[in-house]
């Protein structure tokens, strides 16, 4: 059976590619939680869509899977099909527990600075679950892991300048005091990102 197979060196095989996106994407959503129980927004696409969604123009899940769509062509066109794929399963998957997740838990009493401190360790573990397995939540991601993959820049230092950007923009719609606090979870998790993702031991593009 194809599951008990050993896969070859530097690989990983179905069924560990399968728990990790699911461990991943599991993380990521929990994490969501951990800021939309603080008020906080991040950065990237998920970050553009819990904007939206505090605008009340739709629910984060949704919002989230629709404005990813367009990345998905350049995914095809430098990643790859299967990298794209998996990458599609996480956004789904993702999305799916988003919305899930406030149906059977309530976070309440949590101060901005640990729900963003939280976020950035959860998001930033799952995040590195999806890389490592050939996936990633679409968006800035996946052009991080272009650059990384072709140009050797870390995808955690890529992803956090993006960042910056969003925070600056943020502070239009937001009290300084939720950017600061959301702009320290995102510090957390690229940090974890940059650290722990190396070009040297996993390589996104299949």
């Not at 530097?10 to 969501?32: C, F, K, N, W, Y």
């Not at 939206?52 to 739709?58: A, D, K, Q, R, V």
């Not at 991601?141 to 050797?152: M, S």
């Not at 230092?157 to 993006?162: A, P, S, Y």
Request: glycine share 12%.
């Amino acid at each position: 059976m194809i599951l008990l197979e050993t896969p070859p060196p530097g690989r990983h095989s179905p069924a560990e590619d399968v728990q990790g996106i699911l461990i991943g994407t599991m993380l990521v959503a929990l994490g969501i939680q951990f800021l939309e129980a603080s008020s906080l927004i991040t950065g990237q696409i998920a970050g553009l869509a819990l904007v939206i969604s505090y605008l009340g123009i739709g629910s984060f899940g949704p919002v989230f899977f629709v404005i990813n769509l367009p990345f998905y062509v350049f995914a095809v066109r430098q990643m790859g099909w299967v990298f794209t794929i998996k990458s599609f399963a996480a956004v789904v998957l993702m999305s799916t527990l988003a919305e899930a997740l406030p149906l059977v838990m309530t976070i309440a009493d949590l101060h901005p600075g640990v729900g963003a401190v939280l976020f950035g360790v959860s998001a930033g573990v799952g995040l590195l679950s999806l890389f490592r397995h050939g996936a990633s939540l679409g968006g800035v991601g996946i052009v991080a892991l272009f650059l990384q993959d072709r140009y050797g820049i870390k995808a955690g230092w890529v992803q956090l300048g993006f960042d910056l950007c969003v925070f600056a923009a943020a502070l239009m719609l937001f009290a300084p005091d939720i950017v600061g606090w959301s702009l320290l979870g995102a510090a957390v998790l690229n940090i974890i990102m940059a650290i722990n993702h190396r070009r040297d031991r996993y390589i996104a593009r299949s």
